[in-house]
């Protein structure tokens, strides 16, 4: 099991270009959630899917789209990044309900995408 | 979900029992209480879960006091490893749709020292 994938590692994007950072679980998870991290903060929510199909805002959705293309996967895309986007991007899946996993509830997270935008 | 107080920072010394309190002053019936660890340049990953009274595992310990509005993690006999942000996190683990938003705080930055 890989757990929470996320592509790119590191990415430098110039102001305006636009880039989408994917995200992939193979734990069978129904909810999937993108987050921000800048420097010395906590985690931000940007959007979630609860479940294959469905996407709301978070707290900072502002920037962003994204898309479940499946169960698997929950991408999240910068149409014109701006400097203010600079930050740590964390995606998590967590099962909906009872059962997976020693836990049960608890969300997983991918190692991070880094992004600059100069 | 229930919005959460925990302490901006602490410091403590290796060896030392730390205790981080989180107050959740409007916990709703359903909810649990949930604990998150971020080391530096990693995702946060799961400490512990409970719903009422004591809950302890093989990293840390978790009490809930009766009337649930906080909270108090517990890290015996702490390492210079524990340096990480920890997450203080409230509501149902069952909701689906709009319910099962995962929202953090700035959590708490534990210092340890030799």
């Known amino acids: 099991n890989a757990g929470v994938t996320q592509t790119p590692k590191f990415q430098v994007l110039k102001t305006g270009q636009s880039m989408t950072l994917q995200c992939a679980q193979d734990?069978?998870?129904?909810?999937m959630y993108w987050y921000r991290q800048d420097p010395g903060m906590g985690l931000r929510l940007i959007y979630y899917?609860?479940?294959?199909?469905?996407?709301d805002k978070g707290e900072v959705p502002n920037g962003y789209n994204v898309s479940r293309l499946n169960k698997r996967e929950f991408s999240l895309r910068l149409e014109s990044a701006a400097p203010s986007q600079t930050s740590v991007y964390f995606c998590?899946?967590?099962?909906?309900?009872?059962?997976?996993?020693?836990?049960?509830?608890?969300?997983?997270f991918g190692q991070g995408t880094r992004l600059t935008v100069v | 979900l229930a919005k959460t107080t925990q302490p901006i920072s602490m410091d403590s010394y290796e060896g030392q029992e730390v205790n981080i309190t989180c107050s959740h002053n409007n916990i709703a019936t359903n909810d649990y209480i949930t604990w998150y660890q971020q080391f530096p340049s990693q995702g946060p990953r799961f400490i512990i879960q409970?719903?009422?009274t004591k809950v302890t595992n093989e990293v840390a310990s978790l009490f809930i006091p009766a009337d649930r509005k906080s909270s108090t993690l517990s890290l015996p006999r702490v390492s210079l490893s524990d340096t990480a942000v920890y997450y203080c996190?409230?509501?149902?683990?069952?909701?689906?749709?709009?319910?099962?938003?995962?929202?953090f705080g700035t959590g708490t930055q534990l210092k340890v020292e030799l």
């Open positions: 734990m069978n998870h129904n909810s």
């Open positions: 998590a899946s967590r099962p909906v309900g009872r059962g997976q996993g020693p836990h049960g509830t608890e969300a997983f």
């Open positions: 899917s609860a479940s294959e199909g469905t996407t």
């Open positions: 996190l409230v509501g149902d683990p069952i909701l689906t749709g709009g319910g099962n938003k995962l929202t």
């Open positions: 409970g719903y009422k």
